[in-house]
């Protein structure tokens, strides 16, 4: 039955992945790449939508399997990268970067923007790794998260100091961007994602069975012969650079990570190996509806993903948890 | 004389945010056999199963099996030997009885892995001899107390060990699934010869099933040897700061222990 559940999931997630480039503004009729293509609708697909719907994808595929790593590793069902100061590292990166005036683009690719993300998420998980692991006897589960969790909140109150002591226009683009949006004009800013993606889904995969023993408890997964502290360390840093390369691309996208796995649970039961498959598959198919709601909803205007993956995302999360509640 | 014991542990100390929890403590237990730590709440006893089994890391001293000092094998060679039965923390867990006892193959298994028909075996195998195999599909946090003692008992089977240790295992039991328990222990030492550790309180059940009882007290060795030299002693007292009186136990070689009042 869960791989009925699961081949379902994967022809869903297809269907939205082909489906969504030809939803939008202006309109690219499906008929017409056969029959008289137009090379404005041609470039309008290939350049500006096929990269985005894949960026989308990626994206939540890579939040969604690392939510559910975070969850396993910390046993708490609120743990998601999001919260653990990976993001708000990100955005400190990129705000600073915006407030010194600084504009460069590395080997004609890679923005400086996104490379001042990357380089506040990395420094954001270097801090928590440390501060984390000052304790003797190394990390346990609670001390990492809360080291995160107010990490995070740190942050945040840099952020907003330099936010607060910018121009007008300095403050919109850091709001900007740290509302998160899914932005892609050809597929160069698709490499990096998909690599990280690539590398957290084969992890993930591999580490399902140790995953499991995981949320068994501590000393379950040691009596079963997993290496906690060690494997926990190695992930926690995985996923925070995972998480990184991606929130440089795109910036925070809240709630996917956090959901996701949740309902992916609730789909395929809690074995990693189905789950990991199943938050690749929903987590995609979630943020191109999303992205694609964003940039049609208000076309020709659009409102950053972000803004709805959190406002759907928590409704429909609460709609499951009440939901389940009646059935007991 | 053969030289090599199968456990040996030696001068074992352990402090945890600079308390002492355990004092230079010293026994070795012999293939096969089935040792009860008992002592009063705070004494130890399950740090000391904890530090033998490197759950805990941070102690003194060297725990050997067969000779071999366990800090120098990995938790996964180490998982080969020892099962657990854990004391607390398995009440809610999302996995089904079938389910939670495959994941102890953990240890067997290299890289990506699949269940094997053998591994099903062996799990169909240790559900049989806990009795669960009735329970198998269930949830463990919808079995009662005693159903899912036996299941936990079940997924350490399944891990395929020749040793197995349990932490207080008929806590919060009653009496018939107390009985319970203890009987499936004791058979899974006599019938399979697997050397078991049991930490406990309670003292009855401490002397139905073990050879060797060792006594703790605040984290130091009160005695340690057979359980009828442990009887004669008069030990009882003496560990728990009450008297005991000893009732005549028809069919049994062990008498019943009762406590009837403070020491003063």
Redesign the interface.
């Known amino acids: 039955m869960k791989w009925g559940r699961l081949a379902l999931l994967c022809a869903f997630s297809m269907a939205i992945l082909f489906a969504a480039p030809f939803i939008g503004v202006p309109r690219v009729p499906f008929s017409e790449l056969f029959v008289l293509p137009q090379a404005d609708d041609i470039s309008v697909l290939w350049d500006l939508r096929v990269p985005r719907v894949l960026l989308g994808w990626v994206t939540g595929a890579t939040l969604a399997i690392c939510g559910m790593v975070f969850q396993a590793l910390f046993r708490n069902s609120l743990a998601s990268p999001d919260l653990l100061g990976v993001s708000t590292g990100a955005s400190l990166g990129a705000v600073i970067y915006i407030r010194l005036g600084l504009s460069f683009t590395l080997f004609g690719v890679l923005s400086g923007l996104s490379l001042a993300a990357f380089l506040g998420a990395l420094l954001a998980t270097f801090a928590i790794y440390m501060a984390g692991s000052l304790p003797?006897?190394g990390m346990s589960e609670a001390t990492l998260l809360l080291t995160g969790v107010a990490m995070s909140f740190f942050f945040s109150s840099m952020n907003m100091i330099i936010q607060y002591s910018g121009g007008y226009i300095d403050t919109f683009r850091m709001m900007r961007w740290s509302m998160g949006g899914i932005r892609a004009v050809k597929f160069a800013p698709v490499y990096a994602p998909l690599a990280a993606l690539a590398v957290i889904f084969v992890t993930a995969?591999?580490t399902a069975?140790?995953l499991?023993?995981f949320?068994?408890?501590e000393?379950?997964a040691?009596?079963?012969?997993?290496?906690v502290s060690k494997l926990r360390r190695r992930l926690f840093v995985l996923v925070s650079i995972v998480v990184g390369v991606n929130v440089a691309v795109c910036g925070p996208i809240g709630f996917v990570g956090l959901m996701a796995p949740h309902i992916c649970?609730r789909l395929v039961?809690?074995?990693h190996r189905n789950l990991t498959i199943a938050s690749l598959l929903f987590g995609g198919a979630f943020l191109v509806v999303c992205d694609t709601g964003a940039r049609t909803l208000w076309a020709p205007g659009e409102v950053p993903a972000g803004i709805l993956t959190s406002c759907l995302g928590s409704l429909f999360f609460l709609w499951l948890l009440f939901r389940g509640r009646e059935r007991g | 004389m053969n030289g090599m014991r199968f456990f040996d542990i030696k001068s074992l100390s352990l402090s945890l945010g600079g308390a002492p929890i355990l004092r230079d403590v010293n026994f070795s237990l012999e293939k096969g056999k089935m040792l009860a730590i008992v002592g009063p709440n705070g004494a130890g006893k399950s740090s000391l199963l904890?530090c033998i089994?490197?759950?805990y890391k941070?102690f003194s001293g060297t725990v050997s099996l067969e000779g071999t000092p366990l800090s120098e094998l990995?938790?996964?060679?180490?998982?080969?030997r020892?099962?657990?039965v854990?004391q607390t923390?398995?009440d809610t867990?999302?996995?089904t009885v079938r389910?939670?006892a495959r994941?102890?193959r953990?240890?067997w298994?290299e890289?990506?892995a699949l269940s094997t028909k053998e591994d099903e075996k062996i799990i169909e195998n240790a559900l049989v001899t806990a009795g669960v195999v009735s329970l198998a599909e269930r949830q463990l946090n919808s079995l009662s107390g005693g159903e899912r003692q036996r299941a936990l008992v079940a997924s350490a089977l399944a891990?395929g060990t020749d040793i197995l240790?349990l932490d207080e295992p008929t806590n919060f039991l009653d009496y018939r699934h107390q009985v319970e328990t203890l009987e499936l222990i004791e058979r899974i030492n006599q019938e399979q010869g697997m050397t078991v550790i049991i930490v406990t309180h309670d003292i009855n059940l401490a002397l139905h099933g073990a050879d060797e009882i060792l006594a703790l007290k605040n984290g130091e060795v009160l005695w340690s040897g057979g359980r009828s030299a442990f009887l004669e002693k008069k030990m009882l007292s003496q560990i728990f700061d009450t008297s005991f009186e000893e009732f005549e136990n028809p069919g049994q070689e062990i008498p019943y222990l009762a406590p009837t009042g403070f020491v003063r």
Do not use: C
Request: hydrophobic share 40%; proline share 5%; charged share 25%.
């Open positions: 003797r006897g995969i591999f069975p140790e499991d023993l949320v068994a408890g000393d379950i040691e009596s079963r012969g997993v290496s649970r039961g809690a074995d | 904890k089994g490197r759950l941070n990995s938790m996964k060679k180490i998982a080969r020892i099962a657990w854990h923390g398995t867990l999302p996995f389910e939670f994941m102890s953990y240890p298994h890289g990506f891990q240790f």
